[in-house]
C-alpha cells in the first residue's frame, strides 16, 4: 500500500467523468487499498479514485462503520433531503451547505467483481452521492447552496 497524491480544486482531472473499471485484476485491487490508506491518512470518510489522479470508476468510504469498497457505483435510489455542511479532501479547509438525500441505494462491485447494492442514511447517504459526483467530474461547491467557510483540518496541525 502507498500514500497517493489528493488532487486539488484547481486541477482539471477533477473535472472529467471516469471510465467504467472491465478488469477486477491486482492492479484494481493495489489502487484501492493505496486510496484507503490514502482517505485515513487525511482523516476523510471518502475519496474517489479521481481525486488520486486515476480516471476510474472506484470509491472508498469509512464513516466509522468499517471500510467500503464500490468499483462502477450507480445510485439507484434515493429519499428525503437534508441540508448540511460538506467537505472534501481536494478542497481543503473549507466546506459549505449542500442538499444531499437522506437516503441512498447504489449498486457497484466488490473488488472482486461480485454485484452489491449498498444503502445508506444520513452520513453514509451523503458520502455516498458525494463520491459518486466526482465520478461524474461534479465537486460539492457546484452544489453549494450558500458560502464556503474555513474549517481547521487535521492535516494542517
Same mark, same amino acid.
Given at each position: 500500500?502507498?500514500?497517493?497524491?489528493?488532487?486539488?480544486?484547481?486541477?482539471?482531472?477533477? *473535472?472529467?467523468?471516469?471510465?467504467?473499471?472491465?478488469? /477486477?485484476?491486482?492492479?484494481?485491487?493495489?489502487?484501492?487499498?493505496?486510496?484507503?490508506?490514502?482517505?485515513?491518512?487525511?482523516?476523510?470518510?471518502?475519496?474517489?479514485?479521481?481525486?488520486?489522479?486515476?480516471?476510474? *470508476? #472506484?470509491?472508498?468510504?469509512?464513516?466509522?462503520?468499517?471500510?467500503?469498497?464500490?468499483?462502477?457505483?450507480?445510485?439507484?435510489?434515493?429519499?428525503?433531503?437534508?441540508?448540511?455542511?460538506?467537505?472534501?479532501?481536494?478542497?481543503?479547509?473549507? #466546506?459549505? @451547505?449542500?442538499? *444531499? @438525500?437522506?437516503? #441512498?441505494?447504489?449498486?457497484?462491485?466488490?473488488?472482486?467483481?461480485?454485484?452489491?447494492?449498498?444503502?445508506?442514511?444520513?452520513?453514509?447517504?451523503?458520502?455516498?452521492?458525494?463520491?459518486?459526483?466526482?465520478?461524474?467530474?461534479?465537486?460539492?461547491?457546484?452544489?453549494?447552496?450558500?458560502?464556503? /467557510?474555513?474549517?481547521?483540518?487535521?492535516?494542517?496541525?
Amino acid at each position: 500500500m502507498a500514500l497517493r497524491q489528493i488532487r486539488l480544486r484547481e486541477e482539471e482531472i477533477l *473535472r472529467k467523468k471516469c471510465k467504467e473499471v472491465k478488469v /477486477f485484476d491486482d492492479k484494481l485491487k493495489s489502487l484501492l487499498d493505496d486510496m484507503a490508506e490514502t482517505m485515513y491518512h487525511h482523516n476523510g470518510c471518502g475519496l474517489a479514485a479521481l481525486q488520486v489522479g486515476i480516471l476510474k *470508476r #472506484a470509491i472508498v468510504i469509512d464513516i466509522g462503520e468499517g471500510l467500503v469498497e464500490l468499483v462502477n457505483p450507480v445510485v439507484l435510489k434515493t429519499k428525503g433531503k437534508v441540508k448540511d455542511n460538506e467537505g472534501c479532501l481536494s478542497i481543503p479547509g473549507l #466546506a459549505g @451547505p449542500v442538499t *444531499r @438525500p437522506k437516503w #441512498a441505494q447504489v449498486q457497484g462491485y466488490t473488488r472482486d467483481g461480485e454485484k452489491v447494492v449498498i444503502e445508506g442514511e444520513d452520513l453514509m447517504a451523503r458520502c455516498l452521492c458525494h463520491e459518486v459526483d466526482h465520478l461524474e467530474g461534479i465537486l460539492y461547491t457546484d452544489k453549494l447552496e450558500g458560502d464556503l /467557510f474555513e474549517v481547521e483540518s487535521e492535516d494542517e496541525a
